[in-house]
């Protein structure tokens, strides 16, 4: 199977996390599009380390680090999303105004 | 099972990362102690503590000055540019504790975390500075970017602070996702995602043995990688288009952890910059250069132009800091040896001078950082001689006036640049100083001219804060009339570097 097929899903999945991280008005929606994006990485990951075989476990290694990360990101994320869903009742980040320019 | 049998061991080398490990086994012992312990009021063993720590890091750090190799199968590199890096966050996470102290014994917030939390963060920043492999440089990205976003959030009663926290994450997490996607296609390119690679590049592949053992019509995708690199990089020195959340993310942080951001997390992106492109990818500087004086030239005008417009102190020094990126650039624009130890030294004059300033700014915003707004320091000098005049130094260095410490970094900077040949980027550079110096003036004369408000609430000026103002001052004075220890402190900095099975390239002898 060509390794461009790999590329081509990952390109996709990183676009579609890009237009939902500038189009989406709910925080939590804009944290599981950057996730989408961490993820397609990982995909190009994954497909690189198959395509060098024997020498690619790094890329493998990596992937795992990426999810521990990503991880950790969300545990941060969904905690600052909490504190202010207690202030405001509403995660919209269109309505996160008080600094402007 | 035969238990007695030997297995060949490892060799780990831990001198490069130690004053890391000690922070974070001191953030740890921090946590412990204050959930066993910390019932009383005064817990002023927490900030002792993390002062040790960071004074400890600096020393093991001086300890490896004037090493250079690589260690850890080569991803860490022990090098001067890591040993001089490390010398400064560890000052500038000194200077932080030190302030944050009384800042969160004022507005009643001192909670463990946020020493644990800003040792955590200089950790992060000290890796990234060390970082020879892409792998390690995203984890200490990661790792000190997580803990300044709760830090930034720590005003629980601020919902500004919460908003700053949420969208300085939002876009950190978006840069980073860039970011490693730009390390996922070096690992493609190149079949690795080591910065130097070992001494024989087809079973140690790295970028730089991968460029000067390649054809050129061969690094195309490695070229594309590099522009994601530059992306990843660029939101977290604040470079335009990418410093959207840099005046959010300041302006509603707490003010001593504002100066950190300003003042470390630009250090060690740089330095990660530094190391990226003036090293490991210097043969390809024809490729790199426009996109880097594109934004540069971008990122002071922006910078400054839009810092005259604003009304919040803190917003202020958001853009100038971002203009400051713009500066910095043109050192790694310039990309030989002067470009790099002016970068370093601009870096480490600008960090103590930002850190001064948010320190003044902290101590006359009042409890729950209520009077942040330039019209709230009005006649501030008819109350507070000694810190307007401190303020008022900073604003100086910041806008490169000569006998303070900006004016020297500015002039090696731009010296570095020109040298390289790039006069124009530094005409754009010195007009947007100008320009940047208008609105230091507009502070400036709203302190020394203007009547003072007479409903404004004395200022308790805490012990460490003033203490901080002050080593701020003399430093920002002194580097500015002494200059030569810190800028030949600088200069032995040098990047390590291995041309592999190249006799002829003499490129970068230092950096």
């Given at each position: 199977m060509p390794v461009s097929y790999f590329l081509v899903l990952s390109a996709l999945l990183f676009s579609i996390g890009v237009y939902g991280v500038l189009a989406r008005q709910n925080a939590v929606l804009v944290l599981l599009s950057i996730e989408l994006m961490l993820n397609a990485v990982n995909i190009n990951l994954v497909a690189f380390s198959a395509l060098l075989g024997q020498t690619g476990v790094p890329g493998q290694v990596f992937?795992?680090?990426?999810?521990a990360v990503a991880a950790a990101e969300v545990g941060?994320?969904?905690?600052?999303?909490?504190?202010?869903?207690?202030?405001?009742?509403?995660?919209?980040?269109?309505?996160?105004?008080?600094m402007k320019w | 099972m035969n238990l007695a049998q030997e297995f060949s061991q490892p060799e780990v080398q831990l001198g490069g990362i130690a004053p890391e490990l000690l922070l974070v086994g001191v953030a740890l012992i921090i946590l412990v102690v204050d959930a066993s312990f910390g019932r009383g009021d005064n817990r002023w063993y927490l900030a002792g503590l993390s002062a040790l720590g960071l004074a400890g890091a600096a020393a093991l750090a001086i300890m490896t000055w004037g090493d250079n190799e690589l260690q850890l199968s080569n991803m860490i590199a022990a090098d001067g540019l890591a040993a001089f890096s490390k010398v400064s966050l560890a000052a500038f996470g000194l200077l932080t504790v030190l302030l944050g102290r009384d800042y969160l014994a004022r507005d009643k917030i001192e909670e463990s975390e946020f020493y644990a939390l800003v040792l955590f963060a200089v950790a992060g920043m000290m890796l990234m500075t060390a970082a020879a492999d892409l792998i390690v440089m995203f984890l200490a990205l990661e790792t000190f970017s997580v803990s300044l976003y709760v830090l930034v959030a720590f005003r629980r009663a601020s919902l500004a602070s919460h908003e700053s926290a949420m969208k300085y994450f939002l876009l950190g997490a978006f840069s980073s996702a860039f970011f490693l996607l730009g390390i996922a296609l070096t690992y493609g390119a190149i079949g690795s995602t080591n910065l130097y690679g070992g001494a024989d590049p087809v079973a140690e592949p790295g970028i730089a043995n991968f460029i000067t053992g390649t054809p050129t019509d061969d690094l195309s995708l490695l070229i594309v990688a590099t522009g994601f690199l530059v992306i990843g990089l660029g939101f977290k020195i604040a470079a335009v288009p990418f410093h959207m959340w840099t005046p959010d993310a300041y302006q509603g942080a707490p003010s001593p952890i504002t100066?950190?951001?300003?003042?470390?997390?630009?250090?060690?992106?740089?330095?990660?910059?530094?190391?990226?492109?003036?090293?490991?990818?210097?043969?390809?500087?024809?490729?790199?250069?426009?996109?880097?004086?594109?934004?540069?030239?971008?990122?002071?005008?922006?910078?400054?132009?839009?810092?005259?417009?604003?009304?919040?102190?803190?917003?202020?020094?958001?853009?100038?800091?971002?203009?400051?990126?713009?500066?910095?650039?043109?050192g790694v624009i310039a990309a030989n040896d002067r470009g790099v130890s002016g970068a370093l030294f601009y870096l480490a004059t600008y960090g103590v001078a930002v850190l001064g300033a948010f320190a003044v700014i902290s101590l006359v915003a009042g409890r729950d950082e209520e009077r942040v707004l330039l019209a709230d320091h009005r006649g501030l000098f008819y109350e507070h001689p000694l810190l307007t005049t401190a303020l008022t130094l900073f604003l100086l260095s910041l806008a490169g006036v000569p006998v303070t410490s900006g004016f020297v970094g500015k002039l090696v900077v731009f010296g570095a640049a020109v040298e390289a040949g790039y006069t124009w980027v530094v005409v754009v550079g010195v007009l947007t100083s100008a320009i940047a110096a208008f609105f230091y003036l507009k502070v400036m004369a709203t302190m020394f001219l203007q009547e003072r408000d007479p409903d404004a609430p004395a200022l308790p000026v805490g012990r460490l804060a003033s203490g901080v103002v002050a080593v701020a001052a003399v430093a920002t004075i002194g580097f500015g009339l002494a200059w030569s220890p810190l800028i030949n402190a600088a200069e032995s900095a040098t990047i390590f570097f291995q041309s592999p099975q190249e006799q002829s390239a003499p490129i970068p002898p230092g950096g």
């Open positions: 992937a795992l680090f990426v999810i941060i994320g969904l905690a600052i999303v909490i504190l202010i869903f207690r202030n405001r009742q509403s995660v919209d980040v269109e309505e996160m105004s008080l | 100066g950190f951001m300003a003042a470390g997390t630009k250090f060690a992106a740089f330095a990660a910059l530094l190391r990226l492109f003036d090293a490991s990818l210097f043969p390809l500087r024809s490729e790199w250069r426009p996109l880097l004086i594109v934004l540069a030239v971008a990122t002071m005008i922006a910078g400054s132009v839009l810092a005259i417009v604003q009304e919040d102190l803190k917003r202020l020094l958001a853009y100038s800091s971002i203009a400051h990126a713009g500066f910095v650039l043109t």
